[in-house]
């Protein structure tokens, strides 16, 4: 009678890198007598191990690459709290920014655009110099999110913790606690939009129906022409980008009432700031901030 052979295998352990290709995998066998396998069935269920072998390391070859956990180079400032290195989009970690299209009000009173300030002064802060960046995680629309440091010849300096304690940045408190002591004394001090009156970025981002990548509309500052006062008195009215600012007006009974320039009423209502009274870009922005339209 044919006598028929078993061939088992053991695989040699196998260390696995970047850059090594799937032949890594090398398995070792040995022949012993079995009389319930023929050598033919024998080699077909090696080659069934070896392919899975090569299979094994094609999966994990595929995933071994990961993000990089530091960007560095010189920075291009997008707005107040993004970045972008090397062609790698970042979001600054724990801290948000105005809006580019977004206005504040001063210590007294007036509109100002607060947003394009705080992109200005971290366009300023950073220049030229360099700027490395620890990934933390990706977020949803694809950004390192990161703490960043400004190199220096004089030393690193964390934008994230500077942005907050001059101002130009709040607490992202939804995603961390960190830099709230520093949101607390900035607020103290009255630095940056801490000085008036502002919408808490992440509110006025629901308000406006727009998330943080979506496209960036043209800047609504604003400022008030020379000698621009009202015809019958009050604040001078600034002129937006899209013309004449809307009258937020507060009625004898405490109504919150805004004004178009093309309303009955706009050209005879006069706006003073020191008594809460309010100039608008846009209805959005006032129906945002309580006020409601005026019926003729």
């Given amino acids: ?15 696995i890198t970047h850059r090594e290709r799937a032949s890594a995998f090398k398995p070792v066998c040995k ?8 050598i033919a069935n024998a080699a077909s269920a090696a080659g069934r191990t070896l392919l899975a072998g090569f299979a094994s390391c094609i999966v994990l070859t595929s995933g071994a690459v990961a993000a990089p956990s530091v960007i560095e180079g010189p920075a291009r400032v997008v707005d107040g709290d993004t970045l972008v290195i090397n ?9 948000d920014a105005p809006e580019s299209a977004q206005q504040c009000s001063d210590a007294r009173g007036a509109s100002y655009p607060c947003g394009l300030v705080s992109k200005d002064a971290l366009a300023k802060k950073v220049g030229s110099s360099p700027v490395a960046c620890d990934v933390k995680n990706t977020d949803m629309y694809g950004r390192n999110v990161s703490v960043c440091n ?19 940045a709040v607490a992202y408190r939804e995603y961390s606690k960190e ?14 939009v801490w000085q008036g009156q502002f919408q808490v970025p992440s509110e006025w981002r629901k308000a ?8 960036v509309a043209a800047a609504v500052a604003y400022t008030p022409a020379a000698g621009a006062a009202a015809a019958n008195g009050g604040d001078p009215v600034p002129q937006c980008a899209n013309g004449p600012a809307i009258k ?7 109504q919150k009432i805004y004004h178009m320039p093309s309303g009955k009423f706009y050209d005879s209502v006069r706006i003073d700031l020191k008594d809460g009274e309010r100039f608008f870009c846009t209805e959005t922005e006032a129906k ?9």
């Fill in 179 to 192: 830099y709230v002591p520093l949101e607390d004394a900035a607020h103290t001090a009255g630095k940056g």
């Fill in 31 to 38: 022949l012993s007598q079995d009389r319930k396998m023929s």
């Fill in 248 to 254: 937020g007006n507060i009625n004898s009974n405490g």
């Fill in 150 to 168: 400004l190199k220096s010849v004089t030393g690193a300096e964390e934008l994230n913790s500077w942005l907050v304690s001059n101002g130009y």
């Fill in 87 to 95: 062609g790698e989009r970042i979001r600054l970690y724990g801290v």
């Fill in 1 to 15: 009678m044919a006598q028929t052979m078993r061939m088992t295998c053991k695989h040699a352990p196998t260390t």
């Fill in 288 to 296: 945002a901030a309580g006020w409601r339209p005026s019926m003729q």
């Fill in 208 to 215: 406006n129906k727009r998330s943080e990548v979506g496209p």
